[in-house]
């Protein structure tokens, strides 16, 4: 067996008004369709994968997100050029977004170029590009 890629991702967030608000502008800026946009849920489709957010319930929503516990760490949305990952940094600037790191490049695999962000909820983000295969080293 093989599989064809991820079929969606959801993220739990502590406060839902705020994250739609980042999500809704991000997402159709990566070309992502909205295809449910109700209370506590919104969720959009392109780019052959499917990301979403769902409210957190009200007694875990002050806990908030950490990286190094288990469970997400960070999630990364590939593009197709280098040239993307620059306006999606742009884009990420105009939007208010905390920038981690601005684009660079790293020792994943020859070329790889990506910036680094975070959500509402300090959830890591990743837009990247990676000549090529895409593949890390080999």
Do not use: M, N, Q, Y
């Given at each position: 067996m093989e599989i064809n890629g991820v079929a969606h991702t959801f993220l739990t967030v502590s406060d839902f008004d705020r994250a739609r608000a980042f999500y809704s502008q991000l997402l159709p800026f990566l070309g992502m369709k909205p295809v449910m946009d109700i209370a506590g849920t919104y969720y959009c489709v392109g780019g052959r994968t499917a990301f979403?957010?769902?409210?957190?319930?009200?007694?875990?929503?002050?806990?908030g997100f950490d990286q190094?516990?288990?469970?997400?760490?960070?999630?990364?949305?590939?593009?197709?050029?280098?040239?993307?990952?620059?306006?999606?940094?742009?884009?990420?600037?105009?939007?208010?977004?905390?920038?981690?790191?601005d684009p660079e490049e790293a020792m994943w695999a020859p070329g790889y170029y990506s910036v680094l962000f975070e959500d509402p909820d300090?959830?890591?983000l990743e837009v990247n590009f990676v000549p090529g295969k895409g593949l890390l080293k080999e």
């Open positions: 979403g957010i769902r409210e957190a319930p009200e007694d875990k929503r002050a806990e190094w516990r288990a469970g997400l760490h960070h999630l990364c949305f590939r593009s197709r050029t280098r040239e993307d990952v620059d306006e999606a940094f742009e884009f990420l600037k105009e939007i208010g977004a905390k920038i981690v790191h300090g959830i890591r």
